[in-house]
DNA sequence: TGCTTGACAGAAG
DNA sequence: CCTTCTGCCAAGC
């Protein structure tokens, strides 16, 4: 079968990013979520990538509190070195592998 | 039209 | 723990 990959149409598009935006705004001081969730809870799971595009490329991101995304291994943005200033002034802890301190600081975003 | 590139995730070695 | 590979999907070239 022509297999379709359930490829977001722009209205779909649109959504997403007000939502990822949304989401983001609302990450607490002190706190870090991860891309998949993000994605998870606009609705495309499978999306996470997206979800670090947008707050890459939508102008007016800078101000929302993007540097408390990480990976979902607590890591911080590559070629992003300000991110961890930003999240240890937050008093967000880090391990010494240089990784967010997931277990005490993970914010899982609620609807 | 087709291949490459990511602010990713998860599994494997 | 780190690197590499695969799956993912829009954007760039």
């Not at 800078?62 to 937050?90: K, Y």
């Amino acid at each position: 079968m022509h297999d379709y990959p359930d490829r977001m149409t722009a209205p779909q598009m649109r959504q997403f990013r007000d939502d990822v935006l949304n989401i983001v705004s609302q990450i607490p001081r002190g706190c870090v979520t991860t891309y998949g969730h993000i994605a998870a809870l606009a609705g495309w799971p499978s999306h996470a990538r997206m979800v670090g595009r947008t707050l890459h490329y939508t102008p007016g991101a800078e101000r929302l509190p993007c540097h408390r995304v990480v990976n979902a291994a607590g890591r911080t943005a590559p070629g992003w070195a300000a991110q961890r200033q930003m999240l240890q002034a937050e008093g967000v802890a880090f391990k010494p592998n240089g990784h967010v301190d997931m277990a005490r600081h993970l914010w899982i975003p609620d609807l």
